[in-house]
């Protein structure tokens, strides 16, 4: 059955690193895109970045553009989340998820853009939790 599980969360200081993985079992990531997600206490669950399935472009939130990047590892069947130069407001419990509407692309007239909505994503991994703390 599909099935995500992320791993590599933790305690970091500010401006420091970590690096989140998210393996994929039950499918491959050529059929299914993944993405990223946080939610802190209190918050709605954010969009954070997702991978699309057909050629691995990535998109980004605002919050974390710049900062983060995602990557896969076809042969592994595992997606990573780069996550540089962390802020204290980037603590929360990580997730990745999947589905068949998972990072969907559309075509503005000028570039490709995708909506990281949690809606569209039908399997989720338990969680990963990163706190970001001097």
């Known amino acids: 059955q599909v099935q995500v599980v992320e791993s590599g969360g933790g305690l970091v200081q500010p401006g420091g690193s970590l690096r989140l993985s998210c393996a994929a079992s039950?499918?491959?990531?050529?059929?299914?895109?993944i993405g990223w997600f946080r939610q802190a206490p209190g918050k709605e669950r954010e969009g954070v970045s997702c991978?699309?399935?057909?050629?691995?472009?990535?998109y980004y939130g605002d919050s974390v553009k710049g900062r983060f990047t995602i990557s896969r590892d076809k042969a592994k069947n595992t997606v990573y989340l780069q996550m540089n130069s962390l802020k204290p407001e980037d603590t929360a419990v990580y997730y990745c998820?999947?589905?068949?509407?998972?990072?969907?692309?559309?075509?503005?007239?000028?570039?490709?853009?995708?909506?990281?909505?949690?809606?569209?994503?039908?399997?989720w991994g338990q969680g990963a939790q990163v706190t970001v703390s001097s």
């Open positions: 998820a999947t589905g068949p509407g998972a990072c969907p692309e559309y075509y503005s007239g000028t570039h490709y853009y995708t909506l990281l909505s949690p809606d569209r994503y039908d399997y």
């Open positions: 991978i699309s399935k057909s050629d691995g472009t990535t």
């Open positions: 039950g499918f491959t990531l050529e059929q299914y895109s």
